[in-house]
Each structure stands twice: as C-alpha cells, then as structure tokens.
C-alpha cells in the first residue's frame, strides 16, 4: 500500500499547545494539572491524525514524547468505544514505563490497563486480562504464548501501537508481530513508531496498515545537538584501563555503559566495584525483580553507573544521564544512535565515548554516514596500571529477587525464558 509523506523539521514544530489538537476536555484538564502546556513536535504532528483513526507510522529520535504522542489517541479512542488498545513493545522495562505514562494521564477516567510481560509469573496478567482491560501493554513473546493459551485473544482490539518496530524485528520477533496483526479485527487503527526505518519495517507498514500517513520529525540518524562525541582507538586489553580512566575524570556523572555480550556486563560492572564507583548491571541474566531494583537504584541514585546490554538502549527513561560509554563498539550503526540517544535528552547536555579497536575502525564510517557528521578520534590519555582481578560477588540488593534453583530450572523447562533478552 502506498504512504503519504509528511515531513518536517524538528525546530519548525514547537508552536502550538495541546488544546489546538483535538484533544476532550477531560483529558486537557489532566495534561495541565500534571504540568503538560506545549506538545513536542512529534506530538503535534501525530495526534489529531491519531484522534481521526488514521494509521500513522511515525520516525522520531529516542526522548522526544512518542509515548505520550500515541497514548493521549489511544485513550481519548478507547473511551469512545473504539475497542481495545493493543501496544506491543520490545523490553520488558519499556512495557513498564509505557503502562506508567498510560496510567498517568488514564488513571482518574478509570483506565483499566494490563501488562503482559515474560521474565514473572503469568497468574496475575491472565486476572488483567478477564478484568477486560481498555489498554493491553505486552511484549511479543508474553502475549502470542498467552494467545496459544486461549488466555488472550485480540479480535477486540481496535487500536494497535507498535513502538520501537526496528528492535522488535532486530530481535526476531516478526512471526509474534503478524500473528497479532492477523489476528485482530480488519477495520482497525494500526501506529507504529521508530527512530529508524529499514526496509522490514517498510515492508510490514504495507502489509498490514491502510495508508499510513509518514510523519518524519527528523531524518533517520539525527541525534540531539547537544551530545558530544568521542572516539579512542584502543587495545582490547586496555579497554578498562581506559574506562578506570575515564571514570576519575567524570567522577560525578551518572553514566551508562554498554557491553556487547550479559557476560561482559557482569565483568565491567564488577570491575567498576573494584575501583569504587557505586555501580549495578542490566542484562537477560537478571529476574524481573533484579533488574527493576538495579534500574530503580540508578534512578534514585544509589548507583552512579549501569552497566546494560543493548536491552537498556530502547525504553529506559532516565533523563538525568550525562555519559553514555561504548565499552563494546555496537554491531550496527542504528544501535549506536540509539545508544547514545540516552544523553542528552530534554536540551541538556549529554557526552558519547566510544572504545573502538583496530579491527572495528571501520564501523565509525558506516555510522558517519548515517548520522551525517564526524566523530573525533581523541590520542589515549595516560592509562593507570592495571588493576588486580576481584571474584565477582553478587550484590545484596539483587539476592532479594533470586528465585531457588529448582524453581529456576522447572520454569526454564516450561519455556518461560524463550527469548530472555528481550520478553
């Protein structure tokens, strides 16, 4: 099916406030009362169509109010009995944050959401489900094992929002994202979101959505203009010398460090212990519990650093994050903008390090290309020795959210930790 294309720029969309969008009355009164006058650009190019019942598909950069962009339509249309919403989401963190952002602005109107993530027991999302939620909040993997179930079926659903579609479809999930759309009602309203768009995400707007109006704030690859970048070339083996480095120099910036792997998360972040920063880890290792106290301590600032996987680029809102490091240089260009999308969010200044090796110089090229400017190689700066290995300890704080093993290994043979990284 074709598109319309709709394109502007960022800095040509901030006039305008929420009540010029179409937005009821009811639904104003609570934006206002919560502190919400001016709509971002992305906001207001994307709900009075929202409102309307178009389909939309919508690429704007990470932090720049997509959540609210789509939540605001979904449930102004659901109170008009349009039918159920349906909001698929690739982590389980941003499934999360989604049903909060939901339940802000819905809560007083009697909102009934349900979220349906993998990594916790089922029992209370199937008591969500019979309690006919107006918005369901699910991760791919939960909701088609919950649809093989007969627990959940979506020919109510009316309004489907497809958010981060790229890192849905990078981790495999296309098969659970058809389904779906198979299974709902044909006259329905379908929005999905990205900061990029490759050709899949294309293909699957065609497929399954009726003209979709393109609504582009910025072109793929924009980040903010308040991130400053920097590369070092480096020895593998120097790597966390660098980062002691590093960290002495930014002793008081709440920083985000990406690994490639769950199990070089857990080494740099006990590494970082050795060197005493206050520092935790976010990886497809850890329980639900575990990683909700580990990303909860970030936020409050019990932890100064997070060490996380590529999970944590998509859907984590702290706003406050003021360093990002590549530890591990990402395998793809997009991951690199989405990485680095988590500083310097909301104008405030933000810096982007990178440690990339010999073999992988290559990659800042590609990434040149798609953000359409050059990064700074820097000379190293004077590396500390070396410091001695400590075994790792597990910290207290996450032993709360350990399960027995036993009980581990029974669910892990149920099935439940399919496609642990991202459900």
Avoid: W
């Avoid at 800042?364 to 000379?379: A, G, M, N, T, V």
């Amino acid at each position: 099916m074709g598109s319309l294309i709709f394109f502007m720029t960022q800095s040509k969309l901030c006039n305008g406030r929420f009540d010029d969008l179409g937005i009821g009355e009811k639904i104003l009164a609570i934006l206002a009362k919560q502190g919400f006058d001016i709509p971002t650009p992305i906001q207001r190019q994307v709900i009075p169509g929202a409102l309307e019942g178009k389909d939309i598909v919508g690429i704007a950069q990470t932090g720049t109010g997509k959540t609210l962009a789509f939540g605001i339509p979904i449930i102004q249309r659901v109170f008009s009995h349009e039918g159920q919403g349906l909001i698929l989401v690739p982590t389980r963190e941003l499934a999360l944050q989604v049903e909060q952002a939901v339940k802000q602005i819905g809560a007083s109107l009697g909102l009934r959401c349900a979220t349906v993530i993998g990594g916790v027991s089922q029992r209370a999302q199937v008591n969500a489900l019979r309690n006919n939620p107006h918005i369901v909040v699910a991760t791919p993997g939960r909701l088609v094992d919950l649809m093989n179930q007969k627990v959940y079926i979506p020919d109510r659903v009316g309004i489907i929002v497809i958010d981060e579609a790229d890192r849905m479809l990078d981790a495999g999930f296309l098969p659970q994202i058809k389904r779906v759309l198979q299974s709902a009602r044909k006259e329905r309203q379908t929005m999905l979101f990205s900061a990029t768009m490759p050709k899949s995400i294309s293909s699957l707007a065609g497929a399954f959505m009726k003209i979709p109006i393109r609504i582009e704030i910025a072109p793929q690859g924009t980040l903010s203009e308040t991130v400053e970048q920097e590369v070092f070339i480096v020895a593998k083996n120097d790597k966390m010398r660098l980062l002691d480095s590093i960290l002495q120099k930014y002793q008081k910036d709440k920083t985000l460090i990406f690994s490639r792997t769950k199990y070089g998360a857990k080494r740099i972040a006990r590494d970082i212990r050795n060197m005493n920063h206050t520092a935790t880890e976010i990886h497809s290792n850890r329980s639900q519990s575990q990683r909700k106290v580990a990303l909860d301590g970030f936020i409050d600032g019990r932890f100064r650093i997070l060490v996380a996987t590529d999970i944590a680029s998509r859907g984590i809102d702290v706003k406050d994050i003021s360093l990002v490091i590549n530890f591990d240089f990402p395998n793809g260009s997009e991951d690199y903008v989405h990485r680095i999308g988590r500083t310097g969010r909301v104008g405030c200044y933000g810096k982007a390090i990178s440690f990339v090796t010999s073999s992988e110089k290559a990659g800042i090229r590609k990434i040149e290309q798609l953000i359409r400017q050059s990064i700074p190689i820097l000379s190293l700066p004077t590396l500390p020795p070396k410091r001695a290995k400590q075994p790792y300890a597990e910290q207290p704080q996450f032993r709360r959210g350990r399960q027995p093993f036993a009980r581990r290994q029974q669910r892990t043979s149920r099935g439940h930790r399919q496609n642990n990284r991202y459900r």
